[in-house]
């Protein structure tokens, strides 16, 4: 499955926001696949990545998006995981 993305850059920026809606979405990823080690594996991230997204102490960039979307099968897009990146779906 490809996905292409579009680039945008939003104005202001808030981290703290986006983070927090990251944390959210991957926590979602988590609960789909059954376990971050899981949801780790079939996105080909470390857990100790997962575990940080879900501590909204980091976010993914839009390669890690693309795969942690492919890792559900793409029932959350890659918005979901990097709003910061990506536009939202249409």
Do not use: Y
């Amino acid at each position: 499955m490809t996905i292409r993305s579009t680039w945008v850059l939003l104005e202001p920026v808030n981290r703290k926001e986006i983070t927090k809606i990251v944390s959210a979405n991957v926590r979602r990823a988590v609960d789909l696949a059954g376990t971050q080690a899981i949801i780790a594996s079939r996105a080909g991230v470390t857990k100790g990545a997962i575990s940080k997204f879900c501590r909204a102490e980091a976010l993914p960039t839009g390669i890690t998006a693309n795969k942690l979307s492919n890792a559900v099968g793409g029932k959350l897009s890659p918005h979901d995981f990097a709003p910061h990146i990506f536009n939202p779906p249409h």
